[in-house]
């Protein structure tokens, strides 16, 4: 009996680990869907700040995010130092990418200058 | 009139960057709310593998996870291996979290052991 027992047991290990799993992979497509979103819009302050010359990172703008990410991971019962490590992650991406557009940009503006010589 | 377009000019670039901000900080909270969501269930997954003695990693299943996501990323035009990087980063927390489960879970079960003594 014993024996029966555990295979039912490991079966209903399998079917709860797969119903997790489930909802994690769903949670990983919203995740997908929404840094993409994200990412287009920061697409957008890149190529605002690279006509306006601004420079590609702001400390002062990341301090509030950071500030107010940690409150929120609190409100949400996920690790605060954990949410800090996540935008991090986010806003060296979105640098990099200010910084590939503002190059393309200053390339643009070489080329045209050079063009109109 | 130069300096007023581009007084005019600067203001309209500030309300824009607000408005562009306003939206990745609602994104943002999105995120935070959704990654706490996926941690409360893999906490779940962490105490069911450490009740039936499962390991914390699982190579295959993070191999279906990884081809998924850069497919998904694709469609959303996210670049797939930035989706790539996002999960592994998730994972190694995921993991972290599996690993402190299953040491408590050991600890009880020897303390446990310890107490029928």
Redesign the interface.
């Known amino acids: 009996m014993t024996g029966t027992t555990d295979a039912t ?2 079966q209903d ?1 399998r079917t ?2 797969t119903a ?2 489930e ?3 769903n ?16 697409q ?2 890149g190529h ?1 700040k690279a006509e ?1 010359g ?1 420079p590609p990172a702001d400390p002062a ?1 990341e301090q509030e ?1 950071v500030k ?2 940690r409150r ?2 609190e409100e ?3 690790d605060p130092v ?2 800090e490590k ?2 991090a ?1 986010i806003i060296a ?1 979105v640098v990099r990418h200010h910084e590939v557009i503002a190059q393309n940009a200053a390339q643009g503006d070489a080329i045209a200058a050079a063009k109109s010589e």
């Open positions: 047991g490991s290990v709860a680990l997790y799993r909802s994690i992979d949670l990983d497509a919203t995740l997908v869907f929404l840094l993409a979103e994200r990412f287009k819009i920061t957008r302050v605002l306006f601004l703008r995010q107010r990410l929120l991971a949400a019962n996920l954990f949410a996540f935008l992650f991406e």
